[in-house]
């Protein structure tokens, strides 16, 4: 389970606010032990999505992972 303050990536789309599986977020809060309140945002820094998410909707990046940018879409 990540904790406060941890890189996550995101497992599913969420098109409602144009986030798709693999984006990255920062866990701001941890509601015990599977709810997080995840931050997602663009390059300008601008919160994109601030989200209440389960330990099924985010998982931890992995070291050897790469990050990667995509064009935000709405």
């Keep these: ?3 406060e303050l941890e890189t996550v ?3 599913r789309d969420v098109a409602e606010v144009g986030l798709a599986a693999g984006d990255i977020g920062a866990v701001v809060h941890r509601f015990g032990a599977d709810r997080f309140e995840v931050e997602f945002v663009a390059g300008s820094g601008e919160t994109v999505a601030l989200l209440t998410l389960t330990a ?3 998982r931890p990046l992995a070291p050897s992972e790469i990050l990667h940018a995509r064009a935000l879409v709405s």
């Design 1 to 3: 389970m990540p904790n």
């Design 9 to 11: 990536v995101l497992t």
């Design 56 to 58: 099924r909707d985010v």
